[in-house]
């Protein structure tokens, strides 16, 4: 533990009484022991985070089912762009020179689902999603987490933009396709 050294200064008899001058000296180790207790402690009671994962489900390529044709009129196309922007159609196939609407990833885009999906009947709403080049993978993460918030049923992800969708996208949005 501590320890206080009383000793007194010199031998001198000379009469004058005079204060004591104490030096202390601290042993350190109980902090230390407390310190590492105390790391221990918070280390073992933290609960780490655990990863979280979103469910996507695909369809068995090896089932062949006749589905009916989907409308163009109940579809809605976003195009992921750049500065997290997103682009989308609806209504139009790409080649009927659509209006295409800007908005941004959150609340815009939620609304804008939202909005298109009560125009027509909800089991005939379809979302087309289509990443660009200029796309980013967190893009890609929250589109899949509109979906799941906004309760979207049927919604497909095409990696590849037809010819009418490029030239839509060069000549409207200016993206570099």
């Known amino acids: 533990m501590s320890e206080i050294d009383t000793s007194g200064g010199g031998g001198k008899g000379d009469g004058k ?14 902090m230390v022991d407390l310190g590492f207790l ?10 780490l985070s655990k990863p ?7 369809p068995d390529k090896t089932k062949t089912e006749e589905t009916e044709p989907i409308k163009a009129s109940n579809v809605m196309t976003i195009f992921l762009g750049k ?6 159609i609806f ?18 885009l939620r609304k804008a ?7 027509v009947p909800a089991d005939k709403f379809v979302v087309v999603i289509k990443p660009t080049k200029e796309s980013t993978y967190r893009n890609m993460v929250d589109i899949l987490d509109e979906m799941a918030i906004t309760k979207m049923k049927r919604y497909a992800m095409v990696d ?18």
């Not at 004591?20 to 180790?29: C, E, G, H, P, R």
């Not at 105390?38 to 609960?47: E, V």
């Not at 500065?83 to 989308?88: M, P």
């Open 17 to 30: 009484v005079r204060a004591k001058k104490a030096s202390t000296k601290i042993d350190m180790t109980p």
């Open 38 to 47: 105390l790391i221990t402690f918070f280390i073992l009671a933290t609960t």
């Open 52 to 58: 979280s994962s979103m469910t996507y489900n695909a």
């Open 83 to 88: 500065d997290n922007k997103a682009h989308y």
């Open 91 to 108: 209504g139009k196939a790409a080649s009927e020179d659509p209006e295409v609407k800007t908005v941004g990833f959150g609340y815009d």
């Open 113 to 119: 689902i939202l909005t298109e999906s009560r125009k």
């Open 160 to 177: 590849e933009l037809m010819p009418a969708e490029k030239t839509l996208l060069k000549d409207k949005v200016k993206l570099d396709i």
